[in-house]
């Protein structure tokens, strides 16, 4: 493409006016969209040889994991949502647990203050891994192609090597202060990438190759399994073989709820994503948006006050639903939903501060990636896969060839303090052996009168949910392609810290002005989200969202 050229779509994209419709990658019968080429291009060569959503899963995960290796994993968890070509839905968790020598002050000293970094970097703040027990279950239960045919073109990219993209020099630059001080060793690393070099994955590879050869098991109970605790055990961690043995990923029913004409199917707990998104929206669907005017001062309010609404509800009520009871019926009532409303109104704003989770009367009874594919079946899947922070843990296990998570973080290391996306946590989010930390991951499919129509998700921490909600609002109110969409200007109210983070610099400053005079507080973000989604237009054309923010790619045939 010729630089000039160039500079155009880039400015189109990062203009703050959204009155351009620009499709993305447009495809007759199977698109897969993913934070890499090499990782679409091996779903989707799945596909291609007659494999289905579910095998191209498996390879899409499994080669993010080599391609992407800040965020696609071995060494983490995830969730799927999917919608088969019948209709039926459902939701796969591989979400980490936690050890089962965790507990719950583990981050706190002696006079109960929280140990900076304890829970964010090194080998304590790894929760269980279930990435490859996850794919596993998928392929079990609804692969079709055996699964050396999906795991041997992975392998062969990580022996072949990836090219180093300027964002991934960047992000690996950025990293090595800490790889350092985390790793005892050298590790890959630790090495200088530039743009355009080629890293080779041999120690993965050769993982990858045992996993094919010997099933989960070799994860789990095998010789990598026992590296692997070995590792960890001798960098301080507490994961034990008898962790790895007892980590089973689970079935889960989704969340699905109706907004218009829409039926909207997301992540059920332990992620707060399908509950969150349900909350919003339906707080905000008695408004007219549209009338509005996207990313309008009105737009922004109300959407705003929804989500501090519901990050407060979140904060309180939300946890792993196997150990504590979510009030689910009460909190997505729609009488519930309304009066948590009632105060809100144009002229003024709810302060957080004077902001609580609702009342309800119980009846005693920086970095994820996400990938969407939609198969030549008719069967889609969203999937967000986590190491949680950038590189996870930045612990690397270099003989076997990948990161550790992070996820412990995610938990609430002491009751009303924030974690490291600024989410404050409570009782219901306490840390427990064998317990599932609370996500934001909100991969999410929409139908639209009873038909597929989006497939959609993204990383960002706690801003995965409202940028999900702005995503699938850009395409239903404000009739945007998914290529526009995915790449609008973004916002995002997390209720504390009590300020409207956004995309500071594609937003109007006259929209700016406006809510710094009505007093709200606004923080720069550089970039929010990296929202990957797919939008079936008609029978025969599907359209994939890939976010500029990254290095997202959509591949469709
Ligand atoms: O599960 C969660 O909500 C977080 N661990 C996700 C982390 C994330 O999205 C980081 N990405 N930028």
Redo the contacts with the bound molecule.
């Keep these: 493409m010729k630089a000039i050229t160039k500079i155009i779509i880039t400015l189109l994209f990062f203009s703050s006016c959204n009155n351009i419709i620009i499709e993305g990658v447009v495809s007759e019968n199977a698109m897969v969209v993913s934070a890499r080429k090499e990782a679409s291009q091996i779903g989707i060569n799945i596909l291609k040889k007659g494999g289905n959503a579910f095998d191209a899963m498996v390879g899409t995960e499994l080669a993010l994991a080599v391609s992407y290796p800040s965020?696609g994993n071995i060494g983490g968890g995830g969730f799927m949502v999917y919608r088969k070509f019948d209709g039926s839905i459902g939701a796969l968790d591989y979400r980490e647990k936690a050890p089962l020598k965790s507990y719950e002050t583990m981050y706190l000293d002696e006079n109960n203050e929280i140990i900076e970094g304890l829970s964010v970097m090194g080998a304590l703040s790894v929760g269980v891994p279930g990435t490859i027990a996850g794919v596993f279950e998928v392929h079990e239960k609804f692969g079709s192609l055996p699964i050396e045919e999906i795991i041997k073109p992975v392998i062969e990219l990580a022996n072949k090597g990836v090219i180093v993209t300027r964002n991934q020099s960047e992000r690996i630059k950025e990293n090595q202060k800490y790889f350092k001080l985390v790793n005892r060793d050298e590790i890959l690393f630790n090495k200088e990438f530039k743009i355009n070099d080629t890293i080779k994955y041999s120690n993965l590879a050769s993982t990858l190759n045992k996993i094919m050869l010997n099933g989960k098991d070799e994860f789990y109970r095998g010789e990598t399994a026992k590296k692997l605790v070995s590792f960890i055990q001798k960098n301080g961690g507490i994961i034990s073989l008898e962790d790895l043995e007892k980590y089973k990923p689970k079935w889960r029913e989704p969340i699905v709820f109706k907004y218009d004409d829409l039926k909207i199917i997301s992540m059920s707990p332990p992620?707060s994503g399908g509950i969150c998104l349900n909350q919003i929206f339906k707080m905000i669907e008695p408004y007219d948006l549209e009338s509005y005017g996207h990313n309008s001062v009105n737009y922004i309010k109300l959407l705003v006050e929804a989500e501090k609404r519901s990050f407060a509800d979140r904060s309180h009520f939300l946890g792993d639903t196997d150990f504590i009871r979510i009030p689910l019926n009460e909190i997505l009532n729609q009488e519930y939903l309304l009066k948590r409303m009632q105060d809100f109104s144009f002229e003024k704003i709810t302060v957080s501060n004077s902001l609580s989770h609702g009342n309800i009367n119980i009846n005693e009874s920086?970095?994820?990636t996400h990938y969407s594919i939609v198969d030549q079946f008719g069967n889609a899947v969203a999937v967000t896969t986590?190491l949680?922070?950038?590189f996870g843990s930045k612990l690397y296990c270099e003989e076997l060839g990948f990161f550790l998570n992070n996820?412990m973080d995610?938990f609430s290391s002491k009751p009303g303090f924030p974690n490291m996306?600024g989410l404050i946590g409570g009782e219901a989010n306490k840390i427990e052996p064998e317990k599932r930390?609370?996500?934001?991951?909100s991969p999410t499919i929409v139908e639209k009168k009873g038909k597929l129509y989006m497939t959609l998700g993204t990383?960002?921490?706690?801003t995965?949910i409202t940028s999900v909600l702005q995503t699938i609002l850009n395409v239903h109110e404000f009739k945007m392609s998914m290529n526009e969409a995915v790449n609008s200007p973004r916002f995002h109210h997390q209720w504390m810290p009590d300020s409207i983070r956004i995309e500071s610099s594609r937003f109007n400053p006259k929209i700016k002005n406006e809510l710094l005079e009505f007093g709200y507080k606004l923080s720069d973000k550089g970039s929010i989200g990296r929202v990957d989604g797919i939008l079936i237009k008609s029978q025969n054309k599907l359209e994939g969202g890939a976010d500029k923010r990254g290095d997202d790619t959509a591949i469709g045939y």
């Design positions: 965020a992620s920086e970095e994820t986590t949680n922070g950038s996820e995610d996306y930390m609370l996500s934001s991951m990383p960002g921490g706690s995965i």
